[in-house]
């Protein structure tokens, strides 16, 4: 538990997440003890944990290829009865309305707003899930003791500190006139998965997820220096076939100079540009963990958050005056890969497949 409740706090120091507005049968029983209630998670969950900010679990990105204009938008669905346990007050950092919503609606705006809905349905319904997951956490810990900055909410809808979320107008914006057809995608992603979440040990897990890994996925210790051990590095070879997989970005000399001298402390650069970025470390599954920056010593999240970089996974050269910074995978790397999660369905995996892979000893339970 303390290795979690590290690891959550540091999330926040990290990353941000990043907004999804640049990439794109019948209910199967879950295993593991269903209809635990949410009293027994929340006494599970630590007061200490809810100091923690829990956002940057998320890094994902779509592309407007993947919103093809299919239908005419929809009108909303009417709102299902809500139990205690199936409600989730979302604070609309926009405006300052708290919105009071099912769980469903919820889950349903999450997917919408951080996988492709061109994905294959048992994608869409692992994301389901980890949602599901992330937003039950949050609700407990701001049941056990509540941030005065949400107003009285669980959630917010700041992408910056939260998962994303998109409500039924912003999801209409978003999608235009393919609006009807992917939220009812996700409604279904949703509904075939209803009330399952994730969980290690009794306690739902920390659900991070990702849009690509370079191939396999990182650990939270190399990402977050704090193990986890659901949060191991997998195989997610199907990633090196995504679409801007590879991907360059080139700055001058002088670019590279003013970032380096206004953002690394303790950077001194050399008469020579090829010696100012030195990579020495890479995790298991490529990520720059050791790297000096002006001679400074730095991490490779460090760096890619200066540099905004796609991943850690990266190789510095430089010649003519510029440096080129070449990347794999798309994210912290961390948990579930949302395009692996996608190649796995289309290979006929289902949901609970994708989960126990990305997700290592997890568990899926009914709250």
């Known amino acids: 538990m303390k290795d979690i409740l590290k690891i959550t706090g540091i999330f926040a120091l990290l990353l941000a997440v990043i907004p999804l507005f640049a990439l794109f049968s019948e209910k199967d029983a879950v295993t593991g003890a269903a209809g635990t209630g949410g009293s027994a998670f929340a006494a599970k969950l ?3 944990e809810t100091v923690f900010s829990e ?3 998320t890094e994902t990105e779509q592309t407007s290829a993947d919103m093809s204009a299919v239908s005419e938008t929809a009108a909303e669905t009417d709102a299902p009865e809500k139990d205690d346990e199936d409600i989730i007050k979302v604070l609309d950092y926009t405006c300052g309305q708290v919105l009071e919503l099912s769980m469903r609606d919820y889950v349903i705006g999450a997917v919408l707003a951080e996988m492709p809905a061109t ?3 048992e ?3 692992a994301q389901a899930v980890a949602a599901r997951t992330y937003a039950y956490r949050q609700r407990e810990k701001q049941r056990l003791s509540p941030d005065p900055l949400l107003m009285g909410a669980d959630i917010s809808n700041d992408s910056s500190r939260y998962q994303a979320y998109f409500t039924p107008a912003r999801a209409k914006e978003f999608y235009g006139s393919g609006y009807e057809i992917y939220s009812e995608k996700a409604a279904e992603a949703v509904d075939l998965t209803d009330r399952m979440i994730l969980v290690y040990e009794g306690e739902p897990i920390v659900a991070a997820f990702h849009s690509m890994s ?3 996925t990182e650990s939270a210790e190399t990402v977050w220096g704090s193990a986890v051990d659901y949060l191991v590095p997998v195989d997610s070879s199907g990633d090196e076939d995504a679409p801007s997989y590879i991907e360059e970005k080139i700055l001058s000399e002088n670019e590279c100079r003013e970032i380096l001298e206004n953002s690394v402390n303790g950077a001194e650069l050399s008469s020579d540009p090829e010696n100012w ?3 020495s470390q890479r995790s298991a599954s490529g990520a720059v963990t050791e790297m000096t920056a002006g001679g400074a010593e730095i991490s490779g999240g460090e760096f890619r958050s200066i540099f ?3 991943s850690a996974n990266f190789t510095v050269s430089y010649k003519d005056g510029e440096f080129t910074f070449t990347t794999k995978g798309y994210g912290h790397g961390v948990g579930m890969s949302q395009f692996g999660a996608n190649t796995m369905a289309e290979n006929g995996k289902n949901f609970k497949e994708i989960l126990y892979h990305y997700y290592t000893g997890a568990e ?3 709250y």
Do not use: H, P, Q
């Open 308 to 310: 905004s970089l796609r």
């Open 119 to 121: 994905y294959n349905i």
């Open 214 to 216: 370079s191939g396999r």
């Open 123 to 125: 994608a869409l319904k």
């Open 46 to 48: 630590s007061a200490a």
């Open 55 to 57: 956002n940057a679990y």
């Open 364 to 366: 899926l339970e009914e």
């Open 277 to 279: 970025i030195v990579i």
